[in-house]
């Protein structure tokens, strides 16, 4: 396992009151230790699922301590990383759990001064689990109108299916995204493994997600090469590509997101834990923000990584030497690259 970079000092203030913009977080992996530990009394008994290739049955039952939930995100190799999310994922099976969860993700987020934040839920796992998904986003739209009252936040939701779950499972999640079009979801998503599933097979279940209007990002370049981020901008037309980070083994592609301004959702902690960056010191993001593209920084699965938004900016200044007006353009990218409609990214851009 990776080690995570040691910061010192921590975020400086200048970093944490800077306004910004979240653009790759996934709401079961804003789901804190001490969360986990209160969904598990909630939920003590195993999951009953339809489809039990996703779940292991009995572990979904165990009831976590705060200190055993805290072990369980103590891991040390990429499956314990899995583990921790599927320990999470099992344990969100009722509106009020998702209320909860989103509600929490944006008190946090606010304590960093994000302004807004598009957030992937993972419709695609809830789906394939045999769970009913639109009474649980019920409960995370709860969550969310508290939450803007609350902490004056903007976000906007973008469903995530899984490549490996194949073609019919993400068609499924793009027709629940069309369904919600109006409560705030902006677009769709897909992650899970590249090598296993390219983004060919994804093209008609994409477009039509465009027709109807909704935006699209692929995670690609994170775990398979250049041509898999080819994939999502020519076969899928992404409009934004999540983490990106192995574009910098093709100056071609660099030069074309580049010229085109197509936005990449860095997360550096993420790839150093996850392995796909060696360490810290090998990950791309300044050789990609100098040539040129459009870098936004982000977490990605933050209380798994043990980050936050702020964290990653700190790591950009003090591992990559990014300057004030560097982390200042930054979180103007992070602006500039969301889903929002074109005057109110200009009232967030005259914040920054
Ligand atoms: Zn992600």
Redesign the pocket.
């Known amino acids: 396992m990776n080690e995570l970079p040691t910061l010192t000092p921590p975020p400086s203030d200048f970093i944490l009151s800077l306004h910004k913009a979240e653009l ?1 977080l ?1 709401l079961e992996g804003t789901v804190d230790p001490p969360t986990l530990a209160e969904l598990s009394r909630r939920h003590p008994t195993p999951l009953s699922t339809t489809n039990n290739r996703y779940s292991n049955i009995e572990e979904s039952g165990r009831v976590f301590s705060e200190e055993e939930a805290r072990e369980l995100y103590a891991y040390a190799n990429f499956t314990g990383f899995m583990w921790a999310f599927k320990a999470v994922t099992e344990r969100l099976r009722t509106a009020d759990d998702y209320e909860l969860v989103t509600y929490r993700m944006m008190q946090k987020l606010q304590a960093q001064n994000v302004l807004h934040a598009e957030v ?1 839920i993972s419709a695609g796992v809830v789906q394939w689990r045999g769970q009913e998904f639109a009474p649980l986003f019920a409960g995370a739209e709860r969550g969310r109108r508290r939450g803007e009252q609350d902490f004056g936040l903007s976000l906007f939701w973008i469903f995530d299916a899984v490549r490996h779950f194949g073609i019919e499972e993400a068609g499924r999640v793009v027709d629940e995204a069309i369904r919600f079009k109006d409560r705030n979801v902006a677009g769709v998503g897909i ?1 899970g493994d590249e090598r296993k599933a390219g983004a060919k097979q994804f093209r008609e279940v994409y477009a039509h997600a465009a027709e109807h209007g909704l935006r699209l990002t692929v ?1 690609a370049g994170e775990t398979a090469g250049p041509e898999s981020i080819w994939g999502a901008l020519r076969e899928l037309k992404a409009d934004r590509i ?2 990106g980070l192995r574009a910098i083994e093709d100056p071609e592609l660099v030069r074309y997101l580049a010229e085109r301004q197509v936005p990449v959702e860095i ?1 550096i902690t ?1 790839n150093v834990l996850t392995g796909c960056c060696s360490a810290v010191e090998q990950h791309p993001v300044r050789k990609l923000f100098d040539a040129g593209v459009l870098v936004t920084l982000n977490t ?2 933050p209380d798994m990584f043990h980050t936050t938004l702020a964290r990653e900016y700190q790591i950009a200044h003090q591992v990559f030497g990014f300057s004030d007006d560097e982390i200042r353009q930054l979180a103007k990218n992070s602006f500039r690259a969301s889903f929002l409609p074109e005057g109110k990214k200009q009232e967030f851009l005259a914040k920054c």
Request: proline share 0%; charged share 20%.
């Open positions: 790759q996934h992937y992650g995670h999540g983490h997360c993420s990605d699965d």
